[in-house]
Nanobody
Framework: QVQLVESGGGLVQAGGSLRLSCAAS????????MGWYRQAPGKRRELVAA???????NYADSVKGRFTISRDNAKNTVYLQMNSLKPEDTAVYYC?????????WGQGTQVTVSS
């Protein structure tokens, strides 16, 4: 079992920045990748960014050049630095961890970007 605890969401004006954190605990040795999804009201959950255990990253086209995902292996924590935020980035952001055959999810953190 893997437990994920997110932090760092909030309200910010357009053009501002936020940093999300996701701390993993439990059986973390089997995690292949971690990342962030988001879900806006009335929309499907979409992948925002992911990072593998080897450090390879993947981003949604809509956030490339604005968001950066990173990980601190010593702290078992993944970060999402979000810059130049837009109102369309408003959503609940969910951290996830992937291991063979299973996905784990955090509780979600609200990000609201005002225009």
């Amino acid at each position: 079992q893997v437990q994920l605890v997110e932090s760092g969401g909030g309200l910010v004006q357009a053009g501002g920045s936020l940093r999300l954190s996701c701390a993993a605990s439990g059986s973390i040795f089997s995690i292949n990748a971690m990342g962030w999804y988001r879900q806006a009201p009335g929309k499907r959950r979409e992948l925002v960014a992911a990072i593998t255990s080897g450090g390879s990253t993947n981003y949604a086209d809509s956030v490339k050049g604005r968001f950066t995902i990173s990980r601190d292996n010593a702290k078992n924590t993944v970060y999402l630095q979000m810059n130049s935020l837009k109102p369309e980035d408003t959503a609940v952001y969910y951290c996830y961890a992937d291991e063979p055959g299973t996905d784990y999810w955090g509780q979600g953190t609200q990000v609201t970007v005002s225009s």
